[in-house]
Nanobody, 124 residues
Framework: QVQLVESGGGLVQAGGSLRLSCVAS????????MGWFRQAPGKEREFVAG????????RYADSVKGRFTISRDNAKNTVYLQMSSLKPEDTAYYYC?????????????????WGQGTQVTVSS
């Protein structure tokens, strides 16, 4: 089993920054791609960013491209999401997830383990 725990969420003003962290325990995630998803009230969960097993390849949703950066530290079993130039529409619950394989996927059914999530609220 893999346990994923997110942290770093909070309340920030528009234009501000936050850094989310996702720590994995139980089993290593270093051989798997990892992703960040988010879900806003009344909306479906959506892909935000993903990173392959080595950290050499990343993918982003168009809505966050150029503002968010995903990275990982396999020695620490940790994945990060640096969020900058935040907008009110970024307000959502953010989830970390482990992909079923080594290559980044963008659909949630291709992720087998999920964290509990962390709330990000961006005020205007």
């Amino acid at each position: 089993q893999v346990q994923l725990v997110e942290s770093g969420g909070g309340l920030v003003q528009a234009g501000g920054s936050l850094r989310l962290s996702c720590v994995a325990s139980g089993r290593t995630v270093s051989n798997y791609a990892m992703g960040w998803f988010r879900q806003a009230p009344g909306k479906e969960r959506e892909f935000v960013a993903g990173i392959n097993w080595s950290g050499g390849s990343t993918r982003y949703a168009d809505s966050v491209k150029g503002r968010f950066t995903i990275s990982r530290d396999n020695a620490k079993n940790t994945v990060y999401l640096q969020m900058s130039s935040l907008k009110p529409e970024d307000t959502a619950y953010y989830y970390c997830a482990r992909c079923v394989g080594m290559v980044v996927r963008t659909t949630e059914y291709e992720y087998g383990y999920w964290g509990q999530g962390t709330q990000v609220t961006v005020s205007s």
